[in-house]
């Protein structure tokens, strides 16, 4: 039988939040209750963006929290030969192709924005441009409608030619594109199961088109609902989340679960964050998880 294998993926551009913990647990509890491996990843293709000593905070909350992870801990940043290997495939397929239209040439063109921000409509498919110097699309004109069967949020499908577009797979910076590195490294990593914010749930449709093209398996998905602040917008490191504090790791783990469904008792808020998270393991129900109705999509652009 195949090992399940979860993982979380955080991004080191800054400090874990308490939306961060709610995926942190419910990923951990998804794997750990169906005796998976539950791997680490830290997510900084995107160099530029990396804050500086965040992975190493991020390594330190996570083991005040009472998590313990599988294996090595992966970096994408040591991962960037095999993103250009599948990239080079992708393009020795003629899936992918270099395009020099920039964000701004896009809007004065007119074109449309969609959940994942402007689709693009295919402008530079046919011109040939060197692949230096360029940005790197996906081909989706064939594609249609992409769906899946997701654990919390059930059937879930997007038309990638009409919502999306052609999608960028490297940057003009030389950046590869969270697309394709996630792709990658769940491959690479044997991850059968993801569990993340639903703010990824349109991403998934890009990530399942990217699995086809490149003969991968495609994991089971379970996307779940993201954390509010008071204004309703999403907990985020761009709206001032603030970091975790280790002083009241086990309370908010207890909360992280309320907020997931789950109905710790309340004297466990007494315990060590360890207890907590074994608690939460033997109790985990993932059909308790509530499912709130979804405003607009956030989810990763290039
Ligand atoms: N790195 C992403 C984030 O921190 C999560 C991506 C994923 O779980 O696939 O939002």
Same mark, same amino acid.
């Given at each position: 039988m195949t090992q399940l294998t979860g993982r979380f993926a955080p991004s080191p551009s800054g400090p874990l939040h308490f939306g961060s913990l709610v995926a942190a647990v419910a990923s951990y509890c998804e794997a750990k209750s169906r005796h998976g491996l539950w791997l680490l990843r830290?997510? #900084? &293709?995107d160099t530029p963006r990396v804050v500086a000593g965040a992975s190493e905070q991020i390594l330190r909350d996570l083991e005040a929290f009472g998590f313990a992870w599988d294996g090595a801990v992966l970096y994408q940043s040591d991962q960037f030969e095999h993103y250009q290997f599948y990239l080079d495939q992708l393009l020795a397929q003629g899936d992918c192709y270099a395009c020099e239209c920039s964000r701004r040439s896009l809007r004065e063109h007119g074109v449309r924005t969609g959940p994942l921000g402007q689709i693009y409509p %295919? /402008?530079?498919? /046919? !011109?040939?441009?060197? &692949?230096?110097n360029h940005s790197l699309r996906l081909n989706?004109? !064939?594609? $249609?409608s992409i769906g899946f069967s997701d654990r919390v949020y059930g059937e879930f499908a997007l038309n990638l030619p009409e $919502? &999306? %577009? #052609?999608? &960028? /797979? !490297?940057?003009? #910076? *030389?950046v590869f594109a969270y697309h394709l590195a996630v792709v990658v490294d769940d491959q690479l990593q044997g991850v059968n199961q993801v569990v993340r914010g639903a703010d990824l749930l349109e991403n998934t449709c890009l990530h399942l088109y990217l699995q086809q093209k490149l003969s991968f398996a495609t994991p089971e998905y379970m996307h779940i609902p993201l954390v509010n602040n008071a204004l309703g917008v999403k907990l985020s490191k761009q709206t001032g989340a603030t970091a975790l504090d280790h002083r009241h790791a086990s309370r908010q783990l207890a909360a992280a679960l309320r907020h997931l469904g789950q109905t710790p008792p309340a004297? /466990? %808020?007494?315990?060590d964050p360890a207890e907590i998270l074994r608690w939460a393991v033997d109790n985990w *129900?993932?059909?308790?998880?509530p499912v709130p109705p979804r405003t607009a999509a956030e989810g990763i652009q290039d």
């Open positions: 830290i997510e #900084d &293709v %295919g /402008l530079c498919r /046919l !011109k040939q441009l060197p &692949v230096a989706t004109e !064939k594609a $249609s $919502s &999306v %577009g #052609d999608f &960028v /797979l !490297k940057r003009v #910076d *030389n004297e /466990l %808020g007494n315990h *129900n993932h059909a308790l998880i």
